[in-house]
């Protein structure tokens, strides 16, 4: 980890923000938490539910070439032998014997406890898997382990999936799922903890492509961020050394964003080689090659994986996300998500709390609800319910207010550019489902006079 950046914004406020708006909250907070687990609140959930949803649309739904999967996160404890975690999947870990505090050697600069300057213990190879017992006996032979990365859960499912998809190479699979790593060194949010999740891509290529693929799957990821949100300059990427690469890899590049504490991994892209089929193969006794039907071979394909983490990819949209400006004469805090990755979509607010309003702006809100998450407000005044929209993200308002009884049309309210404009309620579903795909033109409906744009 580099030096904390200048101009970004301060982790603390975004902390306090995700705590107070109900984005995350410290894991069993009422027990005093839990060191580096976090738990997602009504808001954090959707937002978490939005990100996941589009990388699944992007890799899965609208291509031809991958396949989904959902493997346990309990595996055959071999699994572990094979992919080299328990012998390799290991850091450096020193202890200070002033204050007891451990370290990983490898990021420490200098020689002392980076917390009292104490003297450290020697460097001991630590493993980062949870080890639990499977069945009733705690012994040797019903260990088990938490799966550190989805990947594997890919691998020994290869002829499963070669078999009853009749993908033909090249092709991939990716899973969605948690994983489980016992950090020594936690902290940043949630950047590295101890429970998270991943989005992870197994791509097997013949391996005279796999430079190719290689290329194409850095481009591909790179341009979902950007396409999310992500402003290119907040992002990088970052070539591994040979001293780094995972004992897996060949080549691995990482998209680095420049998150509040400095450019850090937001995403790794590996190229594995054939080194896990052969592996999984050799421990498992079972072909994991290819029978190519063209060139009537047997092959075993090279894997180029893009792995992301969800929950750093939380922290980074909601990072660029964020932003402070004057609105009105006051300070506002926003949340500029793009409208995919919007936690509450449209909110509706009805000017007062008079019966008759009430009673359309619940009609507006059953109708709407139907196709997006929305939020009804009707407590206090409506400067104060778009800020608390402002702040959440939202990128549209419905407002309904007296004029509203007589002419049937409502208010929308933009996020970004404050504009507003008046919608005749019939076509207010067809407007909003339009500007959430990121029209810019309102189409304008039958009688086309009613329609008006002002600026707040
Ligand atoms: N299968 C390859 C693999 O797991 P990795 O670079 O160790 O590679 C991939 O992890 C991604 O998972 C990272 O880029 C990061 O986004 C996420 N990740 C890894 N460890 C994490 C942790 N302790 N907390 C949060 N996210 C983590």
């Given at each position: 980890m580099t030096e904390p950046a200048p101009g970004r914004v301060d982790m603390a406020k975004l902390v306090s923000l995700c705590q107070r708006r109900g984005f995350i909250f410290p894991s069993s907070e009422i027990y005093g938490g839990l060191s580096s687990c976090w738990d997602y609140g009504p808001l954090g959930v959707e937002l978490k539910q939005n990100i996941k949803q589009a990388w699944w649309r992007a890799v899965?739904?609208?291509?031809?070439?991958m396949v989904g999967l959902d493997a346990s996160i309990l595996m055959h404890p071999r699994t572990w032998e094979a992919s080299g975690h328990l012998k390799g999947f290991a850091d450096p870990l020193v202890e200070c014997k002033s204050c007891h505090l451990r370290w990983r050697s490898d990021e420490l600069?200098?020689?002392?406890?980076?917390?009292?300057g104490g003297e450290l213990t020697e460097p001991h190879l630590f493993n980062l898997m949870f080890k639990t017992f499977i069945g009733p006996i705690e012994e040797q032979a019903s260990v088990v382990y938490l799966r550190p990365e989805t990947a594997q859960g890919m691998f020994v499912n290869f002829e499963n999936v070669v078999n009853t998809s009749?993908?033909?190479?090249?092709f991939g699979m990716a899973q969605i799922g948690k994983a489980f790593r016992n950090e020594i060194t936690t902290g940043n949010f949630i950047f590295r903890c101890r429970e998270f999740e991943q989005m992870e891509i197994e791509f097997f290529v013949r391996p005279e492509t796999d430079k190719r693929w290689f290329d194409y799957w850095i481009e591909e990821r790179t341009n979902w961020y950007v396409k999310l949100g992500i402003k290119k300059e907040n992002l990088r990427l970052r070539q591994h050394s040979q001293e780094e690469l995972?004992?897996?890899?060949?080549e691995c590049y990482d998209i680095d964003y420049l998150f509040p504490m400095g450019w850090a991994e937001l995403e790794g892209i590996a190229n594995r080689g054939d080194f896990d089929l052969v592996q999984h193969s050799s421990f498992s006794g079972k072909s994991l090659s290819y029978y190519d039907e063209e060139t009537k071979e047997h092959i075993t394909p090279y894997i180029i994986e893009p792995s992301a983490g969800v929950d750093r990819s939380f922290l980074a949209f909601l990072c660029d996300a964020y932003g402070e400006d004057v609105v009105e004469g006051g300070p506002r805090v926003v949340l500029h998500f793009h409208p995919d990755l919007a936690p509450i979509k449209v909110a509706v607010l009805p000017l007062s709390r008079r019966e008759n309003l009430v009673s359309l702006a619940k009609e507006v809100y059953a109708d709407l609800r139907r196709n997006w998450m929305v939020n009804y407000d009707d407590a206090q005044s409506i400067g104060r319910r778009y800020r608390r929209q402002d702040e959440i993200g939202t990128p549209f308002c419905v407002t309904i207010d007296f004029q509203s009884l007589e002419d049937k049309q409502v208010t929308i309210r933009e996020r970004d550019s404050l504009n507003q404009i008046r919608v005749p309620i019939s076509e207010l579903k067809a407007t909003l489902q339009a500007k959430l795909e990121g029209e810019d033109l309102f189409v304008l409906p039958p009688g086309g006079q009613i329609w008006k744009e002002e600026k707040t």
């Open positions: 899965v739904r609208e291509r031809d070439d600069k200098g020689n002392g406890c980076p917390s009292c009749r993908k033909r190479l090249p995972a004992h897996y890899a060949k």
